[in-house]
Nanobody, 129 residues
Framework: QVQLVESGGGLVQAGGSLRLSCAAS????????TAWFCQAPGKEREFVAV????????YYADSAKGRFTISRDNAKNTVYLQMNSLKPEDTAVYYC??????????????????????WGQGTQVTVSS
């Protein structure tokens, strides 16, 4: 079992940057594929990006491509989301999620929240215009 704790959220102006961190407990975190989702008020949770256990494979939502970068440091049991060129519509609570049900690879449908077994509590990102 793994526990996930997000940090790094905050208030930023449009065009600015933030780096979110997802710190995991457990010695086997390096065997988990890990993703970021976001949920804006009144909206469903949306997929942002996913990274395989080794970091060798990543996949992004169209809205994140070219602006966000997911990475991981398994020595630190941490996954990151670097967010650049932020827009007001990026305002949301950002959650990290993890699974090892696919041998460290991304779920077949990585955009579906049902593919992940563990979730953090979220960190708020607010982008002002």
């Amino acid at each position: 079992q793994v526990q996930l704790v997000e940090s790094g959220g905050g208030l930023v102006q449009a065009g600015g940057s933030l780096r979110l961190s997802c710190a995991a407990s457990g010695r086997t975190f390096s065997s988990y594929a890990t993703a970021w989702f976001c949920q804006a008020p009144g909206k469903e949770r949306e997929f942002v990006a996913v990274i395989s256990w080794s970091g060798g494979s990543t996949y992004y939502a169209d809205s994140a491509k070219g602006r966000f970068t997911i990475s991981r440091d398994n020595a630190k049991n941490t996954v990151y989301l670097q967010m650049n060129s932020l827009k007001p519509e990026d305002t949301a609570v950002y959650y990290c999620a993890a699974t090892r049900s696919y041998y460290g690879r991304s779920p077949p449908t990585p955009w579906s929240s049902s593919g992940y077994d563990y979730w953090g509590q979220g960190t708020q990102v607010t982008v002002s215009s």
